[in-house]
């Protein structure tokens, strides 16, 4: 069928209604207005956060909603400048306001009203997709599978960038999912020496067969302030990032950080964290948010696929047609079915 016959057609969405619910539904495919783009959606990578929605754990979150904000799409209509029908794309899915004092200084990641797809607004599990035009990023000539592991690499680009990574300086990363290996990866990059730290010895062995890690910690087994203190020459790291959004974690990380160091949380958990001020202050630390990427960060994450500097096949673990996301979505949140990337293909 032709574009112009599409728009005569439902469409297929996913709509996950409660925690642990979700259901198929079929909806009119959207008619393209003066700003936005029409996308027809190729894949859809499965992230912490559709995972936490679908539980019940995710922040700023209600219900029901259309999951997926890790897309690979096809240009169906466009006004978007240097963009045309047909066109392979993934899109930065923070709609910022543009207006605020964030968006005017240059961080529309963290715009005072962004609205994430898939969080606040509905996002890519349907057949088509309703953009901003301004969100569009260019393909560059990369498979779905790249384009769809593009925003989930940029977050751990930015927060390397944001933490001012140095090249040889010790880096603790705290969780080692998805979020967690993407920003091990650009660290390596930046020419830091890497240490992971986790529970789950697959994926620490994960990220040191994969040499995305030179170190790894389970703090299930290991002392880790004594392991760290031997890794860094009893310097402890100068920069420890959590990935993993669990409040226990962060809670306890103040202590293997170097005096003078930075502490950046990635992850996101619901209730406040609690920091000795004492500890904190005494090595005048810095404590930073990092919060979604920009389109700086989006388009490193593509020169560094193309550059073949990050292997896609790293990560995507699982694969699933779009009509079966339904039955199979929940046992990605089990551990032992080692689950790094879920991807939707929707055809």
């Known amino acids: ?35 936005k ?3 027809k959606i190729k894949s859809i990578g499965i992230c912490g956060t559709d995972l936490h929605a679908f539980e019940g754990t995710q922040p700023f979150f209600n219900y029901p909603r259309i999951l997926g904000h890790e897309l690979a799409a096809e240009i169906v209509e466009t006004d978007a400048a240097g963009f045309v029908s047909g066109e392979t794309v993934t899109l930065i899915p923070y709609f910022n306001c543009g207006t605020c004092i964030a968006c005017r200084n240059g961080k529309p990641n963290c715009c005072a009203s962004v609205t994430v797809c898939g969080v ?10 309703l953009v901003p035009s301004y969100s569009l990023v260019h393909g560059q000539g990369l498979g779905l599978d790249e384009l769809a592991l593009t925003e989930p690499l940029a977050i751990g680009a930015h927060g390397i960038r944001r933490a001012d990574t140095k090249a040889g300086e010790f880096v603790l990363i705290i969780g080692a999912g998805p979020i967690g290996i993407a920003t091990m990866e650009f660290a390596k990059i930046a020419g830091a020496k890497v240490i992971a730290m986790d529970i789950n010895e697959k994926r620490l062995a994960f990220c040191k067969e994969k040499e995305i890690a030179e170190y790894t910690i389970n703090p299930a087994n290991d002392d880790v302030a004594e392991k760290l203190k031997i890794i860094t020459n009893g310097d402890m790291p100068t920069l420890v990032i959590d990935a993993t959004g669990n409040r226990k974690a962060i809670n306890s990380a103040l202590p293997y950080l170097a005096h003078g160091g930075r502490f950046v949380l990635i992850g996101l958990q619901r209730e406040e964290i609690v920091l000795s001020h004492p500890e904190f202050h005494k090595r005048e630390a810095t404590l930073m948010s990092s919060r979604n990427a920009t389109r700086q960060d989006f388009e490193f994450v593509v020169r560094c696929l193309k550059e073949k500097r990050i292997n896609p096949s790293n ?24 689950v790094i990337k879920a991807m939707v293909e929707m055809e």
């Open 37 to 39: 783009t029409l996308l």
């Open 1 to 35: 069928m032709t574009y112009i016959r599409a728009y005569l057609y439902m469409m297929r969405t996913l709509v996950c209604e409660t925690p642990f619910r979700f259901e198929y539904a079929d909806a009119k495919i959207p008619v393209r207005t003066e700003g």
């Open 120 to 129: 606040h607004s509905d996002g890519g599990m349907q057949e088509y997709f």
């Open 315 to 338: 990560y995507i673990t699982h694969r699933v047609k779009f009509a079966e996301v339904k039955d199979e979505f929940a046992s990605w949140l089990k551990p032992e079915n080692g």
